[in-house]
């Protein structure tokens, strides 16, 4: 063990954890938000893609696949900014620790990006995998 000066306390002596744990809070809201801007820029990509790739005698956008996988994307990407500001107005107000908003915002948010931007992979087709 270590002994800390009582000068050197930052906060309350025994609250390491706790001070720790409400820190977690904030960088799982960060993360989170850091995931919803990927997840909103690969679906932007996408949808430019679908939009302007002519395939079949018109756009990958005309197919109803793509349609539904920019739909998800979008439904997705909306869940996940509302939690994310639920976290962000539940700190806001006052409230101790939200532990349970930012683990919900920062799931849900990553696994979206992941989801997203696989999906616009497959958009790209054989361009989504190159440099």
């Known amino acids: 063990t270590c002994?800390?000066?009582?000068?050197?306390?930052?906060?309350?002596?025994?609250?390491?954890?706790?001070?720790?744990?409400?820190?977690?809070?904030?960088?799982?809201?960060?993360?989170?938000?850091?995931?919803?801007?990927?997840?909103?820029?690969?679906?932007?990509?996408?949808?430019?893609?679908?939009?302007?790739?002519?395939?079949?005698?018109?756009?990958?956008?005309?197919l109803q696949i793509v349609q539904a996988q920019i739909a998800e994307m979008a439904l997705d990407i909306d869940a996940s900014a509302l939690l994310i500001y639920r976290a962000a107005w539940a700190k806001d107000g006052g409230a101790p620790r939200v532990t349970r908003e930012a683990a919900m915002a920062k799931l849900h948010a990553t696994e979206t990006a992941q989801a997203t931007i696989d999906k616009t992979v497959q958009i790209f087709g054989g361009l989504g995998v190159t440099v």
């Open 3 to 62: 002994r800390v000066p009582q000068s050197a306390l930052i906060g309350q002596a025994g609250s390491g954890f706790k001070y720790a744990m409400a820190t977690l809070d904030v960088f799982r809201s960060t993360v989170a938000a850091a995931a919803l801007g990927f997840a909103r820029r690969a679906m932007d990509e996408a949808r430019h893609r679908a939009n302007t790739r002519s395939l079949f005698g018109g756009t990958l956008a005309d």
